[in-house]
Nanobody, 124 residues
Framework: VQLQACGGGLVQAWGSLSLSCTASGHDFSSYVMAWFRQAPGKEREFVAAISRGRHTSYADSVKGRFTISRDNARNTVHLQVNTLNPEDTAVYYC???????????????????WGQGTQVTVSS
C-alpha cells in the first residue's frame, strides 16, 4: 500500500485547509487510517484516527476544530482543519494499518504504512 498526502499550504490564523490522503492497493476499507503531525524540533504526534467502522478519535488539542473522514470508494481519508493557529504548523502525515487495535490508535509505531507528508504553515 502506498499513501499519497496532499492539501497542505500556507494559511493565516483562523483559516482552514482540507488535507487528503489517497491509498493505492486493495481493501482500503479494512484499514484504520490516521493523521499525525510533526513540528520542527518536536516528536511526531497523533492528530486523529478513523476506524473501519468510521469511529473517530482526536487529540485533545484539535478536538472540535479538525474532522477526519473517509471515502472508501475513492480510497481516500480526509482531514478538514479549521480555526488554525500557529501551533498547528507542522508536516502532516497520513498512516494506515490493517492490524492495529483500538488502544494503539495514538501510537505512531503501530502503523504499517505512511504517506510522505504535507506541510501546513499557519501565520499569525
Amino acid at each position: 500500500v502506498q499513501l499519497q498526502a496532499c492539501g497542505g499550504g500556507l494559511v493565516q490564523a483562523w483559516g482552514s485547509l482540507s488535507l487528503s490522503c489517497t491509498a493505492s492497493g486493495h481493501d482500503f476499507s479494512s484499514y484504520v487510517m490516521a493523521w499525525f503531525r510533526q513540528a520542527p524540533g518536536k516528536e511526531r504526534e497523533f492528530v486523529a484516527a478513523i476506524s473501519r467502522g468510521r469511529h473517530t478519535s482526536y487529540a485533545d488539542s484539535v478536538k472540535g476544530r479538525f474532522t477526519i473522514s473517509r471515502d472508501n470508494a475513492r480510497n481516500t481519508v480526509h482531514l478538514q482543519v479549521n480555526t488554525l493557529n500557529p501551533e498547528d504548523t507542522a508536516v502532516y502525515y497520513c498512516a494506515g494499518s490493517r492490524t492495529i487495535i483500538t488502544s494503539s490508535y495514538r501510537t505512531s509505531g503501530r502503523y504499517d504504512y505512511w504517506g510522505q507528508g504535507t506541510q501546513v504553515t499557519v501565520s499569525s
